[in-house]
Structure formats: C-alpha cells, structure tokens
C-alpha cells in the first residue's frame, strides 16, 4: 500500500497551515531521493487528488481563490491554495476555467426512504397506522442502493439529510444524516422533525393549537420521564416514544418543525427556547415576519424559495425574498424543496439570489451552513482536514445552465453516471436495434 | 350598443338557437371570449437582443409595437428613419399610430410614444404555458376551490375548465411576472376524458370570459395510464387497468362517430330527428371535426403509440401529449406523426410511470425533429418556465448535444403556440403578430434573470419597477402588504 500515505496519515486531521506546508515541503523532498521503483509500488492507488487551476470558493473566505490547487490524501483536503505544487503521484484534475466548491448538503430529502412518490411499498419515509411517534427512526430502513443516490450525487449533492414525512402524529420521527458516495448512512437520529403546517393540522385532531399543545405537553413530560412512573392514557405516547423524546432532548440535536404562520413560528420559537434546542423551521413561508425573533434565538430557517404562493392560509405572508429578508435579519439560511431532483436546490438558491439574498450566502446555504446547521463537523467548507467533498462545475453553481463535471466524495472521483445517463445513453439513436445496447 | 344593432345580434342569436336545435355548430357558437385589447400605445424598443422564437437571435434589434401587433423588426438602426424620426418626436405622425380603436384616433393624436432603451436587455415572445390549472387548482388549495377533475365518471368530456377557472386567483399575476402571457388551462387528469380545455390571455378580469383567447381553439383532455385506473380502481369501477382505459376510450369514441353520423342523417334530411343533445359528445363529435385539439396526458412510450393507435382507429388527430416523459423512447414515431410532446425539464420518479424520465427527453425529442414543449402543470413552475427551458437545453448539452438558445425558446413559446392553435396569432416575434412580448434584464435562460416587462396586445400589463403595473387580484387584498409583492 502507500507506504507515504501511511506516514503522513496526519494530514487526515485538521492541523495549522503552516505545519501542513512543511508536511507538504517534506514530500516533495522525498519524491526527489527517492527511486522511481517505488513509485511505481507506491503511486497506482490513485487515492490523492489534486484539483487544479480552478476557481475555488472555500466558504472560509467569501472570495474565491483563483487558479488554485486542492490537494486530498486519505479522503481529506490536505492542502488548499494558489501556487500550491501538485505532487507526481497525485491523481491530477484539471479544473482550469471551473467552479470548485465544497459538496452541496441537501437540508430536508427523504433520500434513500422513498423511491417512488406513489408507490407506497416504496415509501419509508410515511408512517401511516403504526403508532411510533418521536421514537419512529428512519435509519432501519435506508436503502442504500436507492437510484436516487447517483441521480442526485451527478448534480453535485454529497451528503443529505432525510427525514420521515407526515404521517400520523405531529411529531414525524427522527431524520439521519446520509452520505452519497461510500458508507450511506452517515449518522442516525440527527434531527427530530415535526409538522405543524396547514396539511399536518388534521395530524392532532384538526386544530393547530391541539397540534401545539400536544407538543408542548409531550416536551415537558419527557423531559421529567421516567419509565416506571409512565401512565400513557389513551392517545398519549408511548413509554417507547417518550423515552426516545428523552433522549433527543438532552442530546442537543436540532428540532426541526414543518411551520408556515408567522403566529406558529413564534410557538415554535418557544417551545425550543423551554427546553434549549436549536430550532430548525422547515419552509416557514411566514418567517420573514418574525425574522427578528428568529435571529435572536439562533434559528435555522430551510426557506422554500419557490414558494411564494399563498398555498394555505397559513402561507398568505408567502413570498420569494424571504431568504434575502431572513438573511439581512441575521437567521440562517439553509434550503429546502427539492425532494427528488436535488439538482433544483441551486436553482432555488440562484432564484433566492435573483430575490436579494447575497450570493456567497446563497452558496454558504448549500454546504458551510448546512453542515453546521445538522452538526456535520468538518463539511462543507474547503479547508485542511475537512471531509473532501468537492464538485467541479462548468460555470456558476447557481445558475441552470451549469452542470457538475466531477463530483468527489470523501476523496473518492464519483462515477459521473446514473439510471438516467444509462437511459439516455440507450436512446440517443433510435437507429439502432433495441434491446442489447 | 347602439339600437339599430339589436337586429343583428337577434338574428345571430336565432341562429345559434336554430343550430343548437339542429344539434350541429355547437363547439363554437357559446360562450364566447369577451376579451378586448386594452390601450396599445405606439412602443419602440431599441437596440435590444431578441430571441424571435422562429429559431432566431439578434443581438441588437429594433422592435416597434404598434397597434397591438409587432410592427416591425430590424436590424438595429434598421427601421426606416423617417418613421422613427416621426417616433422620436412623438408628434401627429406618430399619434397616426396610435390606438386600434375607430372613434378614438383622432382625440389622441398625441399621445406620446414610449420608447425603451433595450441596450443589455432581451425581448422574448411572451411565454406560453400548454398545461397549467391555475384559476381551476387556484390558491390557496382548498377544498372549496378545487375544481378541476369531475370525478365521478371517466368520461366527463362534457365539462368545460372554463367554468371552473377563478379569475381572482393570485397565482395569474405571479405567472405574468414570469413572462407569461398565454396560458391553457386543462381539466385534471383523473378522468380518461376530463373535458374541455381553454386557452386564456393572461390578462386581469372579472371574468373568465374576459381572458379568453379569442378564435383560439378548446382542447380535450384525456389522460392514459396511472391516474385513471387509480381513481376509478379505488372506487372499484372501470376502469381499473391499462386495457379498461384503452376500452372506455374506443367505447367513447365509437358512440361519437355514431352520433355525429346521426347529426350528418339529420342534417342531410336523411333522418327525421337529430340525436338527442349530449354534451360529452358534442366534445368527441367537435374533435372528430378538427374543431377541438386534443391534449393527451401520456408518461410511458408505450401508452403514447397505443394512444396514436386508437387516434388512427377514429380518425381524430392527437395534437399533444402532455407530460409525455418517454418521449425520448419514441422521439421517431412522434416526429412520423406529427404530435407535440409537452415536457417538464426534470420531473421524475414521483410515480412509476414517471420513473424513466431524463433530463435530456425535451433535448432528445427536439434532436428528432419532433415538436418539442416545455410545460409546467404547476403555479411555482410557470412562474420561471424560462429557467425550466434552460435546464432542458443545459442538460441536452451537458451530454453533447448541441442546441442554441433561439432553438430553446422556441419550447416555450412558437411550439408551444403552434400546440394550441395559436401560432399564426402569437409566440413569436415577427411583424403582424400580436404584440405579445417579454423584455428580460438579462439572458432568460439565466436564473438571475428578471422579466421586466410583460406585453399583452402591445398593452403593459406588467412592469418590475412601477407597482401600478402589477396586477393584484381580490384575494390579495388585504393579505400582503401594499408595494410589496409575493
């Protein structure tokens, strides 16, 4: 194996930069002394990149680094910057006239959960009859070998969240943190995630402030739940689910409410203060009203940016700078919408941008924000020792025009095929005879 | 209207009364368009760069509207400079060219003439939409709005979305925003025959009259496959499967050419009685008279040659298929056939038979020489059907194909005009058409790009920078704050 990979296996861990210099100095040293044969023992794995002459975007810096050089070893970005020498045995990438960015982090999908919209015995993600509230754990039932996982991955997604849908309670169970290239399942139990917009009100009986206080109530018990002193009455939680509610509480992971109403979002606002969660509304067509709130209570908001359609009477205030007005606020901003087709998120950023919303921020909303936002630690920036997850692009990643040329995960250049490439690939001439090509 | 008028219309109402007792001409006759042209002051946008939709792309243009119609278009610098001398001054040469409308010509001789410094900017042919539900699906999406599938039978061809269509529905001005300036709304697709389409000027009105396009043909709606046989296989009635659509189909279709063979008997006085009046198949019997188009919602392939089958079988035409997502597989066979496919640039794998969708199938089915569209079917899309036509091209290109944007633009404007019956009338820019236009801030097919401003009839119906120009429906009122837009 790499007998130099080995011995700079730091590099696999954050460290300063000017020690990683001389690290990187080091190497070059050695790649003069020593003979060609071991080179040859040593280089074949392929396993470094260097990424060069693009225009890199490190979401440490709002400014790109032009024509500049990332170096990965061991799946982490070891080194980035101009003038950086790439060293011989590094798999070159040539990204001159690209876009590099980190890998996008899709906030809200049901990626790996539900293949098919309609096709129930496709669907994971919707409990409809079983009665598991906030202990409903989506995790058992990741498929990793799910079409949407290269489909997505083509256009740039590198890791996603998903989450259980609406199903039968308010409280829809806990997402995971899943990774589209390698090992899918990244994280169980990232986030607990709730819905409390007009289509979920029938969810507690048909009134909002059921729906509300039932959350309210659960919250507070569980907080003081203890198992043999548990007495569910009709309709209430399980020890099962109040136990999980428990443990989500003290576990500082975000609380994620599906909320349009400015008056809800508020309530929502509340309820994560009483038991000091991190909020996370999810559309919040509303949420620029309450923008200020928002800000002082450190919430994340995953804007729905087409979403300006008064769809609800919830959603009257609905409109497409609510990113942009959210953002000025000082909330963080983060996307949602795509379901499917990942791909749109940077159409819904680009259009955000179109609505006010700067376009650095925009592309933060994607990758740095997102990854804070769900806990990822060392994602979604370019740095040394952050995961590398990287996308090429031909041009602007915002813009519909642009495409991912390379997508890189953990290290690892990500075929650039799907079910859809082969599709196409199938049809492209109809001349030929069907069925063997 | 004046008294010696009166005549006139009795005779035409007597007339409609007669045919409609003969049981023929009843496609046309009711419920006509009401809408009139507004003001359409003389417009001169110079030096502009122009998508034409006919395939074409000028980097700097002339386009003069005048009368509501595209007067001319020109090399920029083109025009003849008397004319624009006379524009210019916006004097009583000009006031010549003012307002369609007899009577009041001569009071407003002069009326100034807008002129539009087009440097940077891109003028489109206002963007239509072949499948929308806006006014019938309104929003909010609430139950009591909901009116676009007549559930209860699969054949509901007798029922006209025209009367469904709220024409309060915030979701028109939002799409006008987005450029769009015709739009054809479609019954749902639940029902193997929905009923009646209508193509509408996306124009504020009172009423749904106001915004109908006039001479513009109705559309049938049918639709294939998954949706059908799921509604009626939950009710437990037919049908059920692929092949009990395909049999309610050929069943409908046989009864139409039976009925209008008895309306011919009748009228040819071969018969003593007409047949009894039928509304759904006064639709079939309209189509089978080329007076109707018929819009075919149809994901899979197969379904789509099944569809061109049983079109052969009763000699009507097939003028779309909608949401036609395997194009791509038949892109030959659609071409043969003459058929448009409206497409969504990357919807998929909500539902099986949306499973083998590609984002290159609008890209594909173009490559063969088949009429390609890119339609929306939803009120978020067709706010930026623009963008949704550059995703198509990108991901055409993407895998090396090459297509121009004067080739995409025209998916969601001539092609998609020539798919409803309009396409001597408007989606492209081109002298004598109407002035139906849309001037971008930048490249449309950039999503920062901005529809400025929105033309309908050479009348400025939307203008990004000036609130007057933005229409606000009744269900706004009150709901968001004044100067402030969704």
Known sequence: MNFGKRFFGLSATPFVNSLHLAVLRLRKVRARLLPALLWVLAAPSWADLAIVGGRVYTLEDQEPLVGATVLVADGRIEAVGVDLPAPFAYRRVDATGKIVTPGLIESYSHIGLREIGLESTTDDATLLEHPLGPAFDVSYALNPASTLIPVNRMEGVTRALTFPLAGVDPLAGLGAAVRLGGEFLLAPRTALVGYLDAAATDLAGGSRAAALQRLVTAFAEASRFSPSRYRPGPGDYSRHDMAALKRFITSGKPLVLAVDRAAEIRRAIDLAAAHNLRLVVLGGAEAWRVREALAAAGAAVAVRVHGNLPRSFDALGARLDNAALLHEAGVTVIFTGALHNSSNLRQMAGNAVAHGLPWHSALAGLTRRAAETWGMENVGVIRPGAHADLVVWSGDPLEVTTWAEQVVIDGELMPMRSRQTQLFDRYRDLSKPYGYR | ?486
């Not at chain 2, 106001?210 to 509604?231: D, I, Y």
């Not at chain 2, 049999?247 to 063979?261: K, L, P, S, T």
Request: with cysteine; aromatic share 6%.
């Open chain 2, 1 to 486: 209207m004046s008294n010696n008028s009166m005549p006139k219309l009795n005779a035409v109402l007597l007339l409609a009364v007669c045919l409609s007792i003969a049981g023929a001409g009843l496609a046309a006759a009711p419920h006509e368009s009401t809408y009139a042209p507004r003001s359409a002051p003389t417009t001169l946008i110079q030096g502009v760069a122009v998508l034409t939709g006919t395939g074409e792309r000028l980097e700097r243009a002339d386009v003069l509207m005048q009368a509501g119609r595209i007067a001319a278009l020109a090399v920029a610098g083109g025009l003849d400079s008397a004319a624009l001398q006379a524009l210019s001054a916006g004097s009583g040469e000009a006031g010549r060219w003012n307002e369609a409308g007899g009577g009041q010509e001569r009071q407003q001789e002069a009326a100034p003439v807008r002129i539009i410094n087009g440097a940077g900017k891109w003028l489109t042919p206002g963007i239509i939409d072949v499948h929308s539900h806006l006014g019938a699906y309104p929003s909010p999406e609430v139950a009591s709005t909901a009116d676009g599938n007549e559930l209860t039978d699969p054949n509901s061809a007798g029922v006209w979305v025209e009367h469904s269509v709220w024409p309060q529905d915030p979701q028109f001005g939002l799409a006008l925003a987005g450029g769009v300036t015709t739009l054809h709304i479609l019954p749902g697709s639940g029902n193997l025959f929905g009923g009646r389409g209508v193509t509408l000027k996306n124009v504020p009105s009172r009423t749904v009259q106001g915004m109908k396009f006039p001479g513009a043909p109705q559309s049938l709606k049918m639709a294939c496959g998954e949706n059908p046989k799921r509604v009626y296989g939950e009710k437990e009635k037919a049908p059920t499967t692929r092949m009990g659509n395909v049999a309610g189909y050929r069943a409908a279709w046989a009864a139409a050419v039976a009925y209008r063979e008895k309306q011919r008997k009748f009228q040819a006085r071969e018969a003593d009685a007409a047949p009894e009046r039928d509304l759904g198949l006064d639709t079939l019997a309209a189509v089978l008279d080329g007076e109707i188009l018929v819009q075919n919602h149809c994901y899979r392939a197969d379904e789509m040659a099944v569809m061109l089958d049983v079109a052969r079988e009763f000699g009507y035409a097939v003028t779309a298929f909608h949401h036609a997502v395997e194009s791509y597989k038949i892109a030959d066979l659609l071409a043969a056939a003459g058929v448009c496919s409206a497409m969504w640039s990357d919807w998929w794998g909500f539902k099986l038979e949306a499973f083998d969708a590609i984002p290159q199938n609008v890209a594909l089915v173009d490559a063969a020489g088949a009429c390609a569209i890119v339609h929306s079917d939803s009120a978020e899309g067709i706010q930026r059907l623009n963008q949704e036509a550059a995703k198509a091209m990108s991901a055409g290109r993407r895998m090396g194909m090459a297509i121009s944007d004067a080739q995409a633009i025209a998916w969601i404007t001539s092609n998609a005009a020539k798919a409803l019956g309009i396409a001597d009338e408007t989606g492209s820019i081109k002298e004598g058409k109407a002035a139906d236009v849309a001037l971008w801030d930048r490249h449309p097919f950039s999503v920062y790009a901005h529809a400025e401003m929105v033309w309908i009839d050479g009348h400025l119906h939307y203008d990004r920078q000036d609130p007057a120009r933005q229409p606000v429906s009744d269900f706004d009122l009150g709901q968001t704050v004044a100067g402030e837009g969704r």
